[in-house]
């Protein structure tokens, strides 16, 4: 199917590895041009060179959106590099996790300093660029937010705050033209399950197949996911085949979510 994406412009926030990688590539291999951010240059200049292999035109940005006013910049490289903007995808963040007791206000701060107010503050300034193209903006938020889970407190928090906030859009995005919608991912296979794992695989002893396994039954899922999951599902959904699909959040988590 051709998603019929050649040539648009999509920024893609924390890109430098993980599922904003995933995402980023697969709507490069869709026909899109890149803005990539980050905080880590050699990684980040890595995914670049994957997209600029796929024929597209990339360009970076390190900064750090927890910093008020650093969105400022990122957007204007946008318009200067692109001269418009089609899509965005807020997925910069990760949250601490951890014993509520001993968490610090600190920790809860820069939780919702970069997946929460960094996109907030993105989005508003992306905001004139994509109801110029009629584009589309998707937030990565979480399956905690759905489902909270007592060592994820901040997380769930975040996530929870980012869909609601991703749904208030969406009714702007009506009068506008702006699609926009929400993803929970599940358990992705990126560097962060993996630390889990390892962290597990030392504490028990457990060879590291052992440990996926009871991690899998635990979430009662047939696979974990990969990135390029996520990464094809939001490019069909920025597509004009997805088009009518706003104001949504979709779990793409193999069916570990059991709420309705």
Not at 101 to 107: H, N, Y
Not at 184 to 202: K, Y
Request: hydrophobic share 40%.
């Amino acid at each position: 199917m051709d998603l019929k994406l050649k040539d648009k412009v999509a920024l893609v926030t924390g890109a430098s590895r993980g599922i904003g990688e995933g995402i980023a590539l697969s709507l490069a291999d869709e026909g899109c041009d890149l803005m990539l951010t980050g905080r880590d240059e050699t990684a980040l200049a890595g995914v670049a060179s994957a997209v600029a292999k796929r024929g597209r035109k990339v360009a970076i940005s390190i900064l750090d959106l927890r910093t008020p006013g650093a969105e400022k910049p990122l957007v204007e490289a946008v318009r200067r590099e692109f001269g418009r903007l089609d899509v965005l995808v807020n997925n910069a963040g990760a949250t601490q996790r951890g014993d509520f007791f001993k968490l610090t206000d600190a920790d809860w701060a820069d939780g919702f300093a970069l997946k929460f107010f960094a996109h907030v503050r993105l989005t508003r300034e992306a905001w004139p660029l994509l109801k110029a193209q009629k584009g589309a903006m998707v937030t990565i938020a979480g399956i905690g937010g759905k489902e909270p889970e007592a060592p994820f407190t901040i997380g769930s928090s975040v996530n929870a705050a980012c869909v609601a906030f991703s749904k208030a859009m969406a009714d702007i995005g009506k009068s506008d033209g702006v699609q926009v919608n929400s993803i929970n991912p599940g358990r992705v296979e990126t560097d962060r399950l993996w630390r889990r794992f390892r962290s597990t695989m030392e504490s028990t002893g457990k060879d590291e197949a052992a440990v996926r396994e009871e991690y899998r039954q635990e979430f009662n899922i047939s696979r974990f996911g990969k990135v390029e999951d996520l990464g094809s599902f939001i490019a069909f959904l920025v597509s004009p085949h997805g088009r009518w699909v706003h104001g949504a959040t979709i779990d793409i988590d193999g069916g570990e979510v059991k709420s309705v």
